[in-house]
């Protein structure tokens, strides 16, 4: 199942996948893309602590991409080695970070946008 169908879905659990080819556009206004590239321990971390949010990343209709064959133009954005990366419905990067990111962080910065503010007022 692709990310943009589980989003369609109405899934109850975080989904976690490669990033492809692609992928951010199927997703425009439909997620909100947590993008973890990297393959040390540094992902492992990152990916363990979103998943302690899954409720909330769920609800606010987050899709974790990690490192995978799309994973190019993120790349030329953030360079080489750990970074992670939050791109809101709109296809624009809201974070950008090349050290671990504490999940309330990206909680409160989805909860400021003004399209997440109108999700939780419909």
């Known amino acids: 199942m692709s990310p943009a169908d589980t989003m369609r879905s109405g899934a109850t659990t975080l989904r976690i996948t490669p990033i492809e080819t692609g992928t ?23 990916l363990d602590a979103l998943r302690t949010e899954t409720p909330a990343l769920v609800e606010r209709q987050v899709v974790v991409l990690t490192e995978g064959p799309g994973a190019a133009d993120v790349r030329d954005r953030v360079g080489t080695g750990f970074a992670v990366l939050l791109i809101g419905k709109d296809g624009r990067v809201k974070l ?9 962080q990206i909680i409160s910065l989805i909860d400021s946008m003004p399209m997440r503010q109108r999700e939780a007022d419909g």
């Open 96 to 104: 950008s970070q090349t050290t671990l990111v504490d999940p309330a």
């Open 24 to 46: 951010l556009d199927d997703l425009r206004w439909t997620a909100r893309p947590v993008v973890v590239l990297g393959d040390g321990p540094e992902v492992e971390a990152q």
